[in-house]
């Protein structure tokens, strides 16, 4: 990436967080308990080309506890990463060969990683239920007669 273009980046990233920062007060109007009644599917940001819900940030908030003092954080988070992705995607940056090729390499990764999970997950479970089963067709079935 050329020089001038990550300099437009920064300056565009420092444009929109500042003005992100004029409309935060009114995201801070609301109260909390008033978002805690809304569906997940309730829109809290629209900008150009995007929005996102309070599903997404309640998801955001609570993956990551230790890195938002507030869900306005968060929130803001999201925002600023829609923002960037999509100036990115303007330049032309996921059209990029070594873009799209991180991007394949790092998608099999994950679905490797999730591949092996599910089967450590199906092993446990057919693990705990022959367990189960065995621990249970060994138990001393005491009848009613055997009570009285």
Excluded: C
Excluded at 54 to 76: I, S
Excluded at 114 to 142: G, H, M, P
């Amino acid at each position: 990436m050329s020089k001038n273009k990550k300099n437009s980046l920064l300056i565009t990233f420092a444009i929109i967080s500042f003005l992100f920062f004029l409309i935060s007060p009114q995201i801070l109007s609301s109260s909390q308990s008033q978002a805690e009644n809304l569906p997940p599917m309730t829109i809290v940001a629209s900008f150009e080309g995007g929005e996102i819900s309070l599903g997404e940030v309640e998801r955001e908030w609570n993956n990551f506890p230790d890195k938002y003092k507030t869900k306005l954080e968060a929130l803001n988070h999201l925002i600023n990463v829609e923002l960037i992705v999509k100036k990115a995607q303007e330049w032309g940056l996921d059209e990029d060969e070594e873009v799209q090729n991180r991007i394949k390499t790092t998608t099999e990764q994950i679905q490797r990683e999730a591949d092996e999970k599910s089967k450590n997950s199906t092993e446990q479970i057919l693990i705990q239920n022959l367990i189960k089963q065995e621990v249970d067709d060994r138990l001393i079935k005491i009848t009613e007669a055997e009570i009285a």
